[in-house]
């Protein structure tokens, strides 16, 4: 199959979460089952053109598009993904990308992100390859099934083409004012009486991908239940359920290339199921670069988040005292909103030697705090998939989750299973969103710390666990021919 894969972040080039780890991984899975992938995202000036060898594409020339009935000339980089025969096609507009983030507040956050679509679709013209999917993820890229379908449908080369969206997080819907399908050159009938891109008066991204895209998927099978809620929705329900028969969740997988302590290049100390040895060392390492005392006997909770509500920072708000008086160290990595950052910064400045923070991105850092902490905190209000926790199982790191969405799916009680004789957990989790339910796990954690076999058994059958992509890409294969099917039918 010949599929055309679009993101508006992709690892190592641009990434703000998680959708960047799927797409710099998840391509090359399928590649690797025997399909023609390309990628496309577009040029921010935040990464190195040489750095990552780019290629600027002569034959390509200048493309224009037009968004809001002004033309931009576009231009073409291609690289390939690293370690890979699979090429990326970096979509170049500076205009409208080169402000050094990859996500604005900027009054034309729509128009970036149809020049972005508008672009991929011309481009793929230009090239004269005729995908058999077109596979879209989030708001950012949710137009295109329509525009194919519509705007170029007079390109009879896209007759065959099906189109799959991907929802990482439906949080984030692309919401604008009405005139934005007008700069998009989408027909008005597609607004007005309630049509598929209308949302409370406004246009919405996400909502026009739900109802034009041929199978809409989710990352994980807990989350695609979770939407059809309105807790979960965010206003989508209705038409997630209307798509019901074509909508699935499949679970994301974990590039174990990048995330594996046998051989991550970042930590100082490798180690292995067989010998963790390695992984105290790391917990010295991590304590003394971020300042703190190391003791054996206190356990190191880790966390390494966008600091938003949705990933349970309004419930650590509440506990945080509590927390803070346990038996226990802290590392935090995060960036986000600023009420958290001082949440954290408090506690630092309170609890001195118990507390570490770094306020910003830091790759690097990510991959130490895997490996050197004991215990890893996701208390997601909700969570599509999420990926720190799935990390953590294969660094020996005992995650501690809300049992929501993917932590749901990835993550095993330990007492829970206990207590039906079974020694198979995996971590900690809660139901309840609430400060006291989630003390009463990360107590749990920190008891349970001190038994030594009980923790060993706890990490063991952690890391014994297999995320990697081919199984989820085996999934996908199989979604993209529902979505053929759908296509033709
Ligand atoms: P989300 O996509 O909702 O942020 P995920 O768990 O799916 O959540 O993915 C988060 C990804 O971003 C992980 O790879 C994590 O290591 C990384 N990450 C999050 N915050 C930071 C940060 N401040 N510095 C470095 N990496 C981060
Ligand atoms: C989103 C979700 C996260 C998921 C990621 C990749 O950012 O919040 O749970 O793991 O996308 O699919």
Redesign the pocket.
Known sequence: MKIAFLSSEV?PYA????????SGALPKEIAALGNDVKVFMPKYNIFGEVEYGLHYQWDLGEIPVRVDGRVHSVHVHKSNLPDSNVEIYFIDCPHYFHRFRIYTNDFDEDERFILFQKGVIEVIQHLKWKPDIIHCNDWQTALVPLLVKDNYSWDRMFDGTASVLTI??VAYQGRFAKNSFAKAEIKEKYFLHGGIGEYEGGVNFLKTGIYSADVINTVSETYARELLTPEFGYGMQNSLTYRKNSFYGIL?GVDYKLWNPETDPFIPHKYSASDLSGKVKNKKYLLNHMHLPFDENVPLIGI???LVT??GFDIIAYALNHLMELNAQWVI???GEYKYEEMFQHAKNHYPGKVSV?F????E??HLI?AGVDIFL?PSHY???????I?SLKYGTVPVVRKTGGLADTVQDWNEFLARGLEIGTGYSFNDYTANALIHSVQRAVNDFHLKDVWKKIQLNGMSKDYSWKRSAEKYIDLYSKAIISRTA
């Open positions: 690892f990434k703000t979460g998680g959708l960047a780890d799927v990482h997080n994301n390494v988040s966008r949705q990933k990595l995060g960036s770094y910003g991105f830091n790759n850092l990510a895997e996701m969570e599509p998939c999420g990926l720190n926790q990390y």
